[in-house]
Structures are given as C-alpha cells and as structure tokens.
T-cell receptor, first 114, second 112 residues
C-alpha cells in the first residue's frame, strides 16, 4: 500500500537552532514528494518539492529537504529556526507516475521556542 | 490575485440537511481536489477532477458528490448531513498532478 508517515506529532526547537521534521514514504515507482505548511485558519501553502535530480531541494522561507531513496525519506530541514516558523507541516507524496492523487501525512506541529 | 476561493467560510447544519460547498479558481488549472481535515488525521481526499466533465473518488467519498461543469468551478455537495461530516473542508487546484497544489482557506462545517 502507498503511504506517507510523519512519525512525530510535535517537534519543539529553540529559536536559532537547526530543525528537522521527518517524513518517510512508501510508493510504487518513483515518488513525487512535497512539503506544505499550514498556519492557523488558513489553507496549506507549498514549500518545496522533489521530482527528480539533486537530492537536496531548496524551497521557500529558507527551508530545504533531503531525498534519500535508500531510506525512503524526505526530511524537512532549516539551519536556523525562527519563531515565525511555528506551524503545522505536511509531507505529501504522489502515489505513482500514473496516479493523479496526492497522499498527505498526518502533519507535524512545529513549535519554535523563543 | 484571487487563487482558490471557497464559500462559505463557516456553516452550521442540522442532521439531514443538505448543502453545497463552493470552490472556484482563476488560474486555469486542470486539476481540482476536495479534502477534509480532521484534528490529528491530516488531509483525506474526498473527490478530485482532472478536467471539466471528469471526476473521480478519493479515499473518503461516501456521503458526498461533486460535479465539474467548468474548469473554474468544483462544488462539493452534501446530501444528508451527518455528525461525522463535521470537519474543515479544503479545495485545492493544480496545473498538473506533479505541480504544487494551491489551497483555499477552507470551509468550517459543523453538523449538529
């Protein structure tokens, strides 16, 4: 079965420290991977995606993600966290090259502590 | 600069009532999606469409219906509202399935 997992419901990081939000996936074929962020009472906003090419993908607001095929992971990272990064983060995967559906993880709430 | 617009933003329904959640996009996107978001459950796909006249079921289609008569509009219909349909509903669109989805700000629906 195709799936995406975010093993942490919540991640707490001190401001200025590096942050990592974890995501692992299971799909048939090559994955298309996405990260989205959701602020309170808003829809999801796109951060970055991996389709093919360089395993390190850079996105909005200083975020980046590393695709690791052997570990089937796509962790979201940022070198120095800001309080304004506090939000709900979703990893998503397109199930297959011929499937138009996107599967979302359950989300990880990121708290950046001042 | 509208993007994806959802109406209404809030609604309270009684059990058994029906309603239509409206979604429209002005980006000429082919793909449109309806999701529901429940606390701690992430997003669940209800229905999606890859173009006008074409719709398909997602993970949780029971109790809902959709239509796609134009590229711009993708309304979601609840025929007989049930308490289990209390949720936040998001509409999204994209140019292709491998392109980022653009989301509306959601409709918060309570069934009492």
């Amino acid at each position: 079965a195709q799936s995406v997992a975010q093993p942490e419901d919540q991640v707490n990081v001190a401001e200025g420290n590096p942050l990592t939000v974890k995501c692992t996936y299971s799909v048939s074929g090559n994955p298309y991977l996405f990260w989205y962020v959701q602020y309170p009472n808003r829809g999801l906003q796109f951060l970055l995606k991996y389709i093919t090419g360089d395993n390190l993908v850079k996105g909005s607001y200083g975020f980046e993600a590393e695709f690791n095929k052997s570990q089937t992971s796509f962790h979201l990272k940022k070198p120095s966290a800001l309080v304004s990064d506090s939000a709900l983060y979703f990893c998503a995967v397109r199930a297959s090259n011929r499937d138009d559906k996107i599967i979302f993880g359950k989300g990880t709430r990121l708290h950046i502590l001042p | 600069n509208a993007g994806v617009t959802q109406t209404p933003k809030f609604r309270i329904l009684k059990i058994g009532q029906s309603m239509t959640l409206q979604c429209t996009q002005d980006m000429n996107h082919n793909y449109m999606y309806w999701y529901r978001q429940d606390p701690g459950m992430g997003l669940k796909l209800i229905y999606y469409s890859v173009g006008a006249g074409i719709t398909d079921k997602g993970e949780v289609p029971n109790g809902y219906n959709v239509s796609r008569s134009t590229t711009e509009d993708f309304p979601l219909r609840l025929e007989l509202a049930a308490p289990s349909q209390t949720s936040v509903y998001f509409c999204a669109s994209s140019f292709r399935a491998d392109r980022p989805q653009h989301f509306g700000d959601g409709t918060r629906l309570s069934i009492l």
